[in-house]
């Protein structure tokens, strides 16, 4: 990698930012105008942004630690040890002029093994999968194949990587066809299997597994991939005593048409051209609590999002922990599956 990657200017927005820490997996950018260090934006100053309700298509100013530490040419011998002192995992080197000449990092931080976690994983499969049709209608949507493997692999082995060996799938629709094809598998992954007698939705399911967990557990829907760190996320959700922990990705869409904004008495008071809009959306990955699943009622059909939204009104710390769009893969439709397959084609 370059210099270069690890460089934003000030005019560009949170978001930019966020793509740019995103490419170049170091966790970290540099504010530079006219080549000169403003200061620093890591991947945690943009979620804890976020999470303040903050505006993406701010300025990354918004954001940004002008007390970033540095050091110049003469004092580079000092990286190690400064990083070392103040516990971070790179450091600018600068010249006279505060330009950056060079990025020290402590590879030992930055590529520091994954989190072993022992977390159970529930895997929701039991729909019909309707929007993919007509595939679903011969093959169930767990083992629609993503490149040379399920998409259900996909999602085991990334939590196995993270040290995760007890898994359950909540099944329905075609299975059969699913638990043979695990139970013949060539590398059998060790799975539970939990069947509904009937349709109950992405909550209802849930409320079979009560007892079942004594503490933390994943839960992931069958048709996602979600590429971040499993341990951060684990982290962040114990730190904030929250009954469930929703991964949201950040969003951005284009209006194709121009809008008008005006008064009450139709008084225009402004015009844009094709505007951008940026939100946060649900990726369907969760951490819970086993206390969220008496908040769901036994043999009902239901949203987890309607559970979810019960205990936000009775007042339970329900988190969001945001991450960059592009670390998302959803293959929910047609047009998304090919996506899907296309991305993890230029990653392997």
């Given at each position: 990698m370059e210099i270069k990657d690890f460089l934003v200017a000030p005019e560009c927005s949170v978001l930019e930012a966020m793509r740019q820490i995103n490419r170049n997996t170091k966790g970290i950018v540099y504010v530079c105008k006219q080549e000169k260090l403003i200061g620093t934006v890591t991947d945690g100053d943009i979620r804890r942004y976020i999470l303040k309700n903050g505006d993406l298509r701010d300025s990354v100013t918004k954001v940004v630690n002008m007390d970033a530490k540095v050091l110049y040419e003469s004092e580079k011998c000092?990286?190690?040890?400064?990083?070392?002192?103040?516990?971070?995992?790179?450091?600018?080197?600068?010249?006279k002029y505060k330009r950056i000449k060079e990025i020290c990092f402590a590879e030992e931080c930055v590529r520091q093994k994954k989190s072993v976690l022992k977390v159970p994983v529930v895997i929701m499969a039991g729909g019909k999968g309707t929007r993919l049709y007509p595939y679903t209608q011969i093959l169930p949507k767990p083992l629609i194949p993503i490149g040379d493997k399920t998409i259900t692999e996909h999602i085991i082995e990334r939590f196995m990587d993270y040290g995760c060996s007890q898994f359950d799938m909540?099944?329905?629709?075609?299975?059969?066809f699913i638990k043979s094809y695990f139970l013949d598998n060539e590398n059998p992954?060790?799975?539970?299997?939990?069947?509904?007698?009937?349709?109950?939705?992405?909550?209802?399911?849930?409320?079979?597994?009560?007892?079942?967990?004594?503490?933390?557990?994943?839960?992931?829907?069958?048709?996602?991939?979600?590429?971040?760190?499993?341990?951060?996320?684990?982290?962040?959700?114990?730190?904030?005593?929250?009954?469930?922990?929703?991964?949201?990705?950040?969003?951005?869409?284009?209006?194709?048409?121009?809008?008008?904004?005006?008064?009450d008495t139709g008084k225009v008071l402004q015009l844009k051209e094709k505007p951008e809009i940026s939100f946060m959306t649900n990726t369907g990955l969760y951490v819970l609590e086993p206390e969220f699943l008496k908040e769901i009622p036994e043999n009902t059909f239901i949203h987890i999002t309607d559970v979810i939204q019960k205990c936000i009104d009775k007042?339970?710390?329900?988190?969001?922990?945001?991450?960059?769009?592009?670390?998302?893969?959803?293959?929910?439709?047609?047009?998304?599956?090919?996506?899907?397959?296309?991305?993890?084609?230029?990653?392997?």
């Open positions: 000092l990286a190690k040890e400064q990083m070392k002192r103040y516990k971070i995992s790179s450091i600018p080197i600068l010249d909540i099944v329905n629709y075609k299975k059969n992954i060790n799975i539970n299997f939990i069947e509904e007698t009937e349709f109950l939705g992405t909550g209802g399911g849930l409320r079979l597994l009560e007892g079942r967990y004594p503490s933390t557990f994943f839960m992931s829907n069958c048709d996602i991939l979600i590429t971040e760190d499993y341990g951060a996320i684990l982290k962040f959700h114990q730190e904030q005593n929250n009954i469930i922990t929703m991964v949201c990705a950040s969003k951005r869409l284009q209006i194709p048409y121009g809008t008008v904004e005006f008064t007042g339970k710390n329900v988190g969001v922990y945001p991450i960059p769009e592009e670390n998302w893969l959803d293959m929910g439709q047609m047009d998304e599956l090919k996506k899907m397959k296309e991305s993890l084609e230029n990653r392997l």
